[in-house]
C-alpha cells in the first residue's frame, strides 16, 4: 500500500460510503455536547420525529455557560439557567450521559475527554465547538461542527466531508527553556496567519513536539483552529500510550496492550507526502504574547509593540491601526512596560494539571499586585480535586489569585466573569478577538507562566523576573 | 431549507478583514435556545457606532453582505449564520472564509460567494459609490453581476453545495437514505461505546 499520513489513515478507517459527486459520508465514534450549540440540534430531531443513533457515543458536559462561584449559588441569570435546563432536558429525553455544574466529572469539554479517556488515537471525535483540534494531540481526527451538523451526528453518527489537505508543521529541536507549548502554537499560528491551515489539517512533528508532554501537545493542537485548520495532529508514542493507560475509559490489562498495539500504528508512514510543508527551528522561538485582535498578531516578550509602516500590505496595515486602536496601544512601547488589569488562568487550552503547576511555580509565596484581580479556573472537577490535593489551591489563594470553580469562564464571558471595557487582560486562553472576553476587553494571550508572573509584576513579565 | 437560486438586492461593503465569529455576534447572544431572533445582535459591538455602515439610511435593507478576507473565522457557532441571515443577509462575498462557517452556511442556505481579492474591492468600489444598485447573486449559473454597470463574474461551489441550495435538501434526509451502509459500517466498527462505563448518575463504575 502507498505510504499514508496519519489523516489518511484516521480517514480510510471511517469511511461509510463514497457515492460520486457527493462528499464523503464518514462515521463519528465519540460526539462531546455542551450546552450553547446543542438546544436547536435537539429541537431540530424532534420537530423531524427523529432519535439519537449512538447514546452510547454521546458525551454531553455543561462547560461554556457555568459560573465559576462556589456551586452553591444558584445560576443568577435567567437566560444562561435556562439553557443549562434544556442540556439536563435533552439529555436525559435521548439517554446521554450529562456532567452537569457540579459534578465530579464535569469540566470544559475538551478537557474531560482526554482525562476519562474516552479520547483515543485512531478516533473520529466532534463537537459543536472549534477547539476540539485539542483531541488530535492523541493521534485523533477531531474538529469542530456547527449546530447542523450536531443534529446530523445525533442522528445518524456520521458527517458528510470532503476530504483535507495535509499539511506538515515540524519544529526541528529542542525547545530553548522557557519556551511553552503556548509559544510553540503562538509562533506557528503567527507564521501560518489566521488564513494559512484553511482546508488542512496539521500534523504537528518534529523535537520539539515529541517531546511535550500530553497536556503540551493538547495546547498545541487545540490552537489550530486559529491558524484556519480544522484539526491538528501528533503522532501516537509512548507519551500518548502512557497518558492513557489507567483512565476510566481505556481498557484494562491484555485488552490495553492490545489496544496501544493498534493505536501505535496512528503515524504517519515514513515516506507519506503532505500537500503543504512548513519547517521552523525550534532555537528560533522565544516566550510570546499577543498584542492585536487576532492571534496570529505575536510579539516577543522582549519586543516592543509593532506599527502599521512595518507593513507593506495596505489590508494588514489597516488591520494593524484598527488592532492598535481597539488595543488602546501605541507602536514601540516594550511588552514588558504594559500593565494590566485581569489575568485569567483557565480555558480548554492551558487549564490542565500541568498548566496550573506552571504558574504555582512562579506564584508560590508571592503576591499579586494590587492593581490586578487574577482568576485561577481549573479545566475541569478532576483537575481541580488534584490541584488542590497537590497544594496548588492554597498557593494560588496565599498569592492573592481567585480559585474557582471549573467551566469555560473569562475564555468568551459568557458567564459572569467578564472584562469592563477598556479593561485589559494577560489570558492563557486561544482568542483575542475583540469583544471575546468581555465587551470592549482587550486580550492578550499567553502561556500560564508568563500570566503567573505578569500577576505579580502587574505588567507582562516572565517568569524568570519573578522568581529571580 | 428553502430553495436558494437567484439572490437579488443591494449591497453592503464592511470593508473589514477578519471578522470573525465574536464579532459576528456576541457570545452573550449564545445562552439563547431559540433559532431565531439573532439579527439584532448582529455586529451588535459595532452597532452602537452611527457611523457603522449597518447604520447608513442608504444601505437598509440590503441581502447581500461585502467583506474582506477571511470573514467568519474562529469560533463554530452555527448563531452567526442565523444572525446574517435574521437580519436579511442572504449571501456573503469575501475573498477567503473561515471553514466552518462556510459550512454552516451551506447548511441554511446562506450563499457563500467566494471571489479574488482584486474582485472583491471592485465590487466594493461599486457600491459604495452607488448604494442603490442592484446585484445579482445567480446560484445556479455561478455568477454574481452587477447589471447596471455590466460587471459581472463567475465563482464557483462544490457541486454538492450546488445541488442542495437548489434544491433546498435537507442533508439529514439524504443521509438517512444510506442507514444500509451506516449499519453496516456499524459492524465492523471499533468505536468503544461509552455504555456501561458511567452509571446512570455519570459516575464512573468500577
Ligand atoms: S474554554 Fe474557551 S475555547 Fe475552550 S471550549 Fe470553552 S469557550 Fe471554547
Redesign the pocket.
Same mark, same amino acid.
Given at each position: 500500500m502507498a505510504p499514508r499520513t496519519l489523516y489518511e489513515k484516521i480517514w480510510g478507517e471511517h469511511v461509510v460510503a463514497s457515492p460520486e459527486g457527493e462528499p464523503t459520508l464518514i462515521y463519528i465514534d465519540l460526539h462531546l455536547v *455542551?450546552e450553547v450549540t446543542s438546544p436547536q440540534a435537539f429541537d431540530g430531531l424532534r420537530l423531524n420525529h427523529r432519535t439519537v443513533r449512538r447514546p452510547d457515543l454521546t458525551l454531553a458536559t455543561a /462547560? *461554556?455557560n457555568v459560573p465559576t462561584d462556589p456551586i452553591s449559588t444558584p445560576v443568577h441569570d435567567p437566560v444562561s439557567r435556562r439553557q443549562l435546563e434544556a442540556l439536563d432536558e435533552n439529555c436525559k429525553e435521548f439517554g446521554i450521559t450529562l456532567f452537569p455544574r457540579g459534578h465530579e466529572n464535569q469540566g470544559?469539554?475538551?478537557i474531560i475527554g482526554p482525562e476519562l479517556g474516552v479520547t483515543q488515537p485512531g478516533m473520529t471525535i466532534v463537537c459543536g /465547538?472549534? *477547539?476540539t483540534s485539542?483531541h488530535g494531540a492523541f493521534g485523533a481526527l477531531a474538529f469542530g461542527i456547527g449546530t447542523s451538523e450536531v443534529e446530523h451526528v445525533l442522528a445518524t453518527q456520521t458527517l458528510p466531508q470532503q476530504q483535507a489537505k495535509t499539511m506538515a508543521v515540524t519544529i526541528e529541536g529542542p525547545a530553548p527553556v522557557g519556551v511553552s507549548a503556548k509559544d510553540l502554537v503562538l509562533a506557528i499560528v503567527a507564521r501560518l496567519g489566521t488564513g494559512g491551515g484553511a482546508g488542512y489539517v496539521i500534523e504537528y512533528r518534529g523535537e520539539a513536539i515529541r517531546d511535550l508532554s500530553m497536556e503540551g501537545r493538547m495546547t498545541v493542537c487545540?490552537m489550530s483552529i486559529e491558524a484556519g485548520a480544522r484539526a491538528g495532529l501528533i503522532a501516537v508514542d509512548d507519551t500518548t500510550i502512557d497518558y492513557l493507560r489507567g483512565r476510566p475509559g481505556v481498557p484494562e490489562g491484555e485488552e490495553f496492550d492490545e489496544a496501544a498495539t493498534r493505536w501505535r500504528t496512528f503515524v504517519s508512514d515514513d515516506d507519506a507526502v503532505f500537500d503543504a510543508e512548513l519547517t521552523l527551528r525550534a532555537a528560533d522561538l522565544v516566550p510570546s504574547v499577543t498584542w492585536g485582535t487576532n492571534p496570529a498578531q505575536v510579539v516577543a516578550l522582549d519586543g516592543i509593540i509593532p506599527s502599521p509602516a512595518d507593513f507593506t500590505d495596505p489590508d494588514q496595515r489597516n488591520a494593524t491601526e484598527r488592532s492598535l486602536e481597539y488595543m488602546g496601544l501605541e507602536p514601540g512601547t516594550a511588552v514588558r512596560s504594559i500593565p494590566v488589569d485581569v489575568v485569567f488562568i &483557565?480555558?480548554?487550552?492551558n487549564?490542565r494539571i500541568e498548566d496550573l503547576r506552571a504558574a504555582a511555580v512562579v506564584a508560590n509565596g508571592r503576591r499579586v499586585a494590587g492593581t490586578v484581580r487574577a482568576l485561577v479556573v481549573p &479545566?475541569s472537577h478532576r483537575v481541580k480535586k488534584q490541584a488542590e490535593e497537590e497544594g496548588l489551591d492554597a498557593i494560588f489563594r496565599a498569592a492573592g489569585f481567585e480559585w474557582r470553580e471549573p &467551566?469555560?469562564?473569562m475564555?468568551?464571558g459568557?458567564n459572569p466573569d467578564q472584562l469592563k471595557p477598556g479593561q485589559r487582560s494577560a489570558s492563557t486562553?486561544?482568542?483575542n478577538f475583540e469583544g471575546r472576553q468581555g465587551r470592549g476587553g482587550r486580550t492578550h494571550l499567553v502561556s500560564p507562566a508568563i500570566a503567573a508572573a505578569t500577576a505579580i509584576k502587574g505588567r507582562f513579565a516572565s517568569p524568570d523576573e519573578v522568581l529571580a | 431549507m428553502k430553495p436558494v437560486r437567484v439572490i437579488e438586492g443591494r449591497a453592503v461593503p464592511l470593508e473589514r478583514s477578519d471578522v470573525d465569529t465574536d464579532q459576528i455576534i456576541p457570545s452573550d447572544w449564545l445562552k439563547r435556545v431559540e433559532r431565531t431572533g439573532f439579527g439584532r445582535g448582529l455586529f451588535s459591538e459595532w452597532r452602537d457606532d452611527p457611523e457603522f455602515v449597518l447604520n447608513q439610511p442608504n444601505y437598509v435593507g440590503a441581502t447581500i453582505l461585502v467583506a474582506g478576507p477571511r470573514f467568519g473565522t474562529g469560533?463554530s457557532r452555527e448563531h452567526a449564520v442565523w444572525a446574517l441571515m435574521d437580519f436579511g443577509f442572504q449571501a456573503v462575498v469575501a475573498p477567503s472564509f473561515g471553514d466552518i462557517f462556510r459550512n454552516n452556511s451551506s447548511k441554511q442556505g446562506l450563499v457563500i460567494v467566494e471571489l479574488p481579492a482584486a474582485d472583491v474591492e471592485q465590487l466594493t468600489r461599486l457600491v459604495k459609490d452607488d448604494p442603490s444598485l442592484l446585484v445579482v447573486v445567480d446560484v445556479d449559473h455561478l455568477r454574481v453581476e452587477v447589471p447596471e454597470t455590466g460587471w459581472q463574474r463567475t465563482f464557483t461551489l462544490d457541486p454538492m453545495t450546488r445541488e442542495r441550495l437548489l434544491n433546498g435538501w435537507d442533508d439529514i434526509g439524504l443521509t438517512m437514505r444510506r442507514g444500509a451502509a451506516i449499519a453496516a459500517y456499524e459492524e465492523t466498527s471499533v468505536a468503544p461505546s461509552l455504555h456501561g462505563l458511567f452509571d446512570a448518575e455519570g459516575h464512573v463504575v468500577h
Open positions: *455542551h /462547560d *461554556h470544559i469539554v475538551h /465547538d472549534s *477547539h485539542t487545540n &483557565g480555558s480548554c487550552t487549564a &479545566g &467551566g469555560c469562564s475564555c468568551l459568557m486562553s486561544n482568542r | 469560533s
